[in-house]
């Protein structure tokens, strides 16, 4: 009896087994694996930044003691000269400053990623091929809101109001983060031909000469006539233009075009360079 019971209980198990669905994995060219993939770079690189003190102090105390140092030696004196608040061109300055030396952090990150072959660890992992650079982006976007969100809050302790109302201060919020994408594309297509001090050297001079000639650290009346157009309309000034413009008042709508302009521009022109460039670091660490 105990041989027959032995031999019919796998039979009786095997009779009410049932065979699990079978599952196919997203394809790692689909929309939706770079949409999820894009997003976990982008949260591995915000977390991997909030853990260093350095980026912290170049994120956000950086910035605001800068603001604070322009408010306290030249704010009366512009304010006097132009008889218009000049918290409000100092705040746009420092928001778009932030994003490009921000960016700097960022690009030199890259270059430590494809130096200690992480870089070249994700392209043979199952995952989305662009990823990697869309969620570098996308973290650079993150970024430059939340440096220009405390900037903000230092300048509405400085005397700096949103006086065109909630759908402006949206507008104005965005407008560093756009210049910010733009400008970090530029950085990562520099930052994949160039060495760390070159990059540095190279980003450094053109932060330098956009912050001091452009129209948020002086008005245009105060550089010489055969330099004024080029100050107006450098993407800095456009910038601050608009974002004066959806604060404090005055026009806005051709220093905003100029500005989307600019970003669309510096996307088209490197947006190709620094995808080949990710590319080529990735598959051969160059």
Not at 136 to 156: C, K, P, Q, S, Y
Not at 253 to 264: G, R, V
Request: include cysteine; aromatic fraction near 10%.
């Amino acid at each position: 009896m105990s041989s027959v019971e032995t031999t019919e209980a796998p039979l009786e198990i095997e009779a009410h087994w049932t065979a699990l669905p079978e599952v196919t994995p997203p394809s790692e060219r689909a929309l939706a694996t770079l949409a999820s993939h894009s997003l976990l770079q982008c949260k591995r690189l915000l977390f991997g930044w909030a853990r260093d003190p350095a980026t912290t102090i170049q994120t956000l105390i950086y910035p605001a003691l800068t603001l604070l140092m322009f408010d306290v030696v030249l704010g009366n004196s512009i304010t006097n000269a132009t008889g218009k608040p000049a918290i409000y061109g100092q705040v746009a300055m420092i928001t778009l400053v932030a994003a490009m030396s921000g960016a700097v952090v960022s690009a030199l990150g890259f270059k430590t990623e494809k130096a200690t072959g992480l870089l070249g660890r994700f392209w043979t992992m199952p995952v989305h091929r662009a990823a990697g650079l869309t969620g570098r982006i996308l973290a650079e976007a993150v970024r430059v809101l939340i440096t220009t969100i405390f900037v903000l809050a230092v300048g509405m302790l400085l005397g700096f109001r949103f006086d065109q109302g909630w759908v402006a201060g949206l507008a104005l919020i965005a407008l560093p983060v756009v210049f910010g994408v733009g400008f970090a594309v530029l950085v990562t297509a520099l930052a994949t031909i160039t060495e760390g001090v070159m990059l540095v050297s190279l980003v450094s001079i053109v932060n330098t000469l956009l912050m001091f000639f452009n129209t948020g650290f002086v008005p245009k009346m105060a550089y010489p006539i055969w330099l004024q157009d080029v100050v107006e309309n450098q993407p800095m000034s456009c910038a601050i233009d608009a974002m004066r413009g959806l604060s404090y008042g005055g026009p806005v709508a051709d220093a905003l075009w100029k500005t989307i302009a600019w970003t669309l521009g510096l996307i088209l022109l490197f947006g190709w360079p620094a995808i080949r460039g990710y590319q080529r670091a990735a598959q051969t660490g160059a």
